[in-house]
């Protein structure tokens, strides 16, 4: 059992995020030119009627202002933001307001040199960009449209030549496993800030895709906090909480008290997860602790994104580290991983319950 981690020491280590969301992620739009095999929104080509208008995008931003300072970062993302012509104007009233906006584009015709400046010119702070394979080959079959990983590729050069930080996401599935040590060094010749890995939830279009198991998963970690020790870049985890336990294990085996890790990129993660540090809103205005915990809570057309974090009962439930059930209650590192709530949601009905693709036994 680890003696750096104690639920004594949760409050001072700044893993309960109560007071606002470090990032606000809005679908701005479900409508994309891509049809990717793991799209969690199940994008259509055309755009819904219903998503929320100019006007209320803007009343949107405004209640994020509300958390005060500091304030979350917004991140716009779909389907594919450049579906909707207000895009940059949406940028722009967010960042004349105060707020950081980032956004995450498809890789379609769509993202232009001109555009990619025009965003940046709007107050744009970085973009993220996806990358599943380290060929064509590979990454076309995943995104549905021929062409799209020279296209990704193009546009990340574009980025860097714009001074623009980059994040590059890659999906983590029994597919891609045997592909991330080419992934990795193709992400060191594009000079990203982060690379992301997304572990898959089975939602939306992944339900047909394959998962690795929790042993693989293990390994995949262990790999990541070893690259991660001398990348040029960070490396994070999404939906995969316990790559920070493994980190930690990892410094304590070698010595260090697990500080470093807590210090680094890795540890500025901590206990950051679904509904605790995160918060997202749909196309449609609902407002649910992650895109990919459809828990629904509310809706900005009618309710106040500050009073639904801070007091509606299901975010403070996935703040509370011990309504944890099962084998995530029961373990020491519960405070600064916490297990994915939407992949324990997807699997069990049970956000409050195991994340099945931990292997650790506390």
């Not at 029994?174 to 991330?180: E, F, G, I, P």
Request: glycine letters at 10%; aromatic letters at 8%; charged letters at 20%.
């Amino acid at each position: 059992m680890s003696s750096v981690i104690t639920p004594a020491v949760v409050a001072d280590a700044g893993y309960v995020f109560s007071r606002a969301p470090r990032m606000i992620y809005w679908e701005m739009t479900r409508a994309c030119d891509l049809a990717c095999r793991h799209c969690r929104a199940e994008a259509i080509p055309a755009r819904d009627p219903f998503e929320l208008t100019t006007a209320e995008a803007r009343a949107m931003l405004e209640q994020v202002v509300a958390f005060g300072e500091p304030r979350p970062h917004v991140v716009c993302t779909g389907g594919d933001p450049l579906k909707r012509p207000d895009v940059r104007e949406v940028i722009a009233y967010g960042t004349a307001v105060g707020l950081g906006m980032s956004l995450a584009p498809s890789a379609t015709a769509n993202l232009t040199f001109e555009t990619i400046r025009a965003l940046r010119e709007a107050g744009m702070q970085s973009m993220s960009l996806s990358l599943d394979g380290s060929t064509a080959v590979r990454h076309d079959a995943f995104r549905g449209v021929p062409g799209c990983f020279e296209t990704t590729l193009r546009a990340a050069r574009w980025v860097g030549e714009l001074g623009i930080p980059l994040q590059l996401n890659t999906l983590v599935t029994a597919d891609t496993v045997d592909d991330l040590e080419a992934l990795y060094a193709l992400a060191e010749g594009l000079g990203v800030m982060r690379w992301s890995l997304f572990f898959l939830i089975p939602v939306g279009r992944g339900r047909a895709l394959p998962e690795i198991t929790a042993e693989e998963a293990e390994t995949v970690m262990t790999w990541m906090a070893e690259r991660a020790a001398a990348a040029p870049f960070a490396i994070a985890a999404t939906e995969a909480p316990h790559f920070r336990r493994v980190a930690l294990q990892r410094a304590q085996s070698s010595g260090d008290s697990g500080g470093a890790v807590r210090r680094g990129s890795i540890g500025r993660g901590f206990g950051i997860r679904d509904g605790n540090g995160v918060m997202f809103v749909s196309h449609h205005g609902e407002v649910t602790p992650a895109g990919f915990l459809p828990v629904v809570t509310g809706n900005v057309r009618s309710h106040s994104l500050v009073e639904l974090y801070r007091g509606h009962e299901v975010f403070t439930a996935l703040r509370d580290p011990a309504r944890l059930r099962g084998k995530c209650g029961r373990c020491e590192y519960r405070a600064p991983c916490g297990g994915s709530r939407a992949r324990a949601f997807a699997h069990s009905g049970d956000y409050l319950g195991s994340d099945p693709l931990c292997a650790y036994q506390p």
